[in-house]
C-alpha cells in the first residue's frame, strides 16, 4: 500500500512538473517581435522550443515505457531478460535521427542568423551608442545630438518606426551590454571595441532596456527607455535636438 501511495506521489509530481515546463516554454512568454530582425528570433525560439519539447516527449516516454514494461511483478522468478550486445538496426536509427535533426535545425538557423546579423548597406539613422558606470550615452552624428543618463534619470532613446538604424555600441570602463528585451536582441558594450549591429523597429510604442550583463554594484540602474515613434514626430524631436554649428 506504501508502495503504491509513493508510486501515485511520484507520478502526480511529474506530470505537474511537465505541465509546468510546457507552459514555461509557451510562446506567448516571448515578447512580441518589435523589429524585422526579432522576428527571425522569435521564429527560431518557437522551432528550437517544440522540437526540444518534441525530443524530450520521446525521451520521457522512453523511460516511462521501460518501467511500465519491465517492471518488478509478483510472479517473477528473479532472472534478467533476454539480453543483447548489439542492435545494427536501433544503432543506426539513434545516431542517424540526431545528425538529421542536427541538420535540419542549421538549415534553418543559418539564414535567419545572416538576415540578424547582416548590416544594411545604407542606413537611415546612425546611433552611437556608450555604456559606462551606470548609465548609458546616445550619440546622433547627423544632427549632434546627445543624450545622456544616470541612475537617476533613465536616458530614452528615440527611433523612427520602419526605418533601419546602425548601432555602433561600446563602453568606457567595464564591459556591459546593451539589451532590448522587446527587440530580441542583446549585443556586449566591451572598451576599445566597438560592435556594429543595424535594427528595424516596426512597432510604434515605449519599450523598456536595460544592461544585460552585471557590471558592478549599480548594475540594476542601467535602465534606459526606447521610444518609437512615426517618420514626422521623429524629424519634429530631431529638430529640436539638432545642435546649431
Known amino acids: ?69 519491465f517492471r518488478e511483478r509478483a510472479n517473477d522468478d528473479g532472472s534478467f531478460p533476454d539480453q543483447f550486445r548489439r542492435n545494427d538496426r536501433m544503432e543506426i536509427v539513434y545516431t542517424v535521427l540526431p545528425m538529421a535533426l542536427v541538420i535540419g535545425l542549421f538549415a534553418f538557423t543559418y539564414p535567419a542568423e545572416r538576415h540578424i546579423e547582416t548590416i544594411a548597406p545604407t542606413q537611415d539613422l546612425v546611433v552611437d551608442v556608450t555604456g559606462f558606470r551606470w548609465s548609458w550615452r546616445f550619440s546622433y552624428p547627423a544632427f549632434g545630438a546627445i543624450v545622456n543618463g544616470s541612475g537617476d534619470a533613465p536616458p530614452e532613446l528615440v527611433l523612427p518606426v520602419d526605418e533601419t538604424t546602425q548601432f555602433n555600441v561600446t563602453s568606457v570602463d567595464v564591459d556591459h551590454s546593451f539589451w532590448i528585451p522587446a527587440f530580441l536582441f542583446k549585443r556586449d558594450a566591451i572598451p576599445g571595441l566597438r560592435n556594429v549591429f543595424d535594427l528595424t523597429p516596426t512597432t510604434l510604442g515605449t519599450f523598456r532596456g536595460e544592461c544585460g550583463e552585471y557590471c558592478g554594484l549599480e548594475h540594476a540602474h542601467m535602465l534606459f527607455n526606447v521610444r518609437v515613434v512615426t517618420r514626422d514626430a521623429f524629424a519634429r524631436w530631431a529638430r529640436q535636438h539638432t545642435v546649431k554649428r
Do not use: D
Not at 507552459?23 to 522551432?47: D, F, H, V, Y
Open 1 to 69: 500500500m506504501l508502495r503504491t501511495r509513493g508510486h501515485r506521489r511520484y507520478s502526480r509530481a511529474v506530470i505537474f512538473w511537465t505541465l509546468l515546463s510546457c507552459t514555461a516554454c509557451s510562446g506567448n512568454l516571448l515578447p512580441a517581435a518589435a523589429t524585422e530582425q526579432a522576428k527571425s528570433s522569435r521564429e527560431m525560439w518557437i522551432l528550437f522550443t517544440w522540437v526540444g519539447l518534441g525530443v524530450a516527449a520521446l525521451v520521457w516516454g522512453l523511460i516511462f515505457y521501460c518501467v511500465v514494461r
